[in-house]
């Protein structure tokens, strides 16, 4: 199987599903001409998921009394740094084992 590398687009909002190969491994988050971008290693062939993921900002709350597990993707800078986000990865119930 040859893998790949994909780009994702984000939007700066707190909540968004992206639909991508499964079991794509998330290499990082940074912007791409002031777009934010998350790159992931993907097996183009296979079948397509949705993944959630959550975008905070420097300062604001995060709710940690929710039913799924929240893993740390990246941070991101935009507007010369004036704004500083961070980038979540969430899954409802146990993850998906990745195949061998």
């Known amino acids: 199987m040859e893998k790949t590398i994909w780009k994702f687009k984000l939007e700066t909002t707190e909540i968004q599903e992206i639909e991508m ?11 791409q001409n002031e777009i934010p971008c998350l790159w992931a290693l993907v097996d183009p062939t296979a079948e397509k998921e949705i993944r959630h993921f959550e975008v905070f ?21 935009l507007c010369g740094g004036d704004f500083v986000l961070h980038v979540f990865e969430y899954t409802k119930g146990k993850l998906k084992p990745i195949p061998v």
């Open 21 to 31: 190969p499964m079991y794509a491994e998330i290499l990082c988050v940074q912007t």
């Open 57 to 77: 900002g420097t300062g604001h709350p995060i709710e940690q009394d929710h039913p799924y597990r929240r893993n740390y993707i990246g941070t991101y800078q």
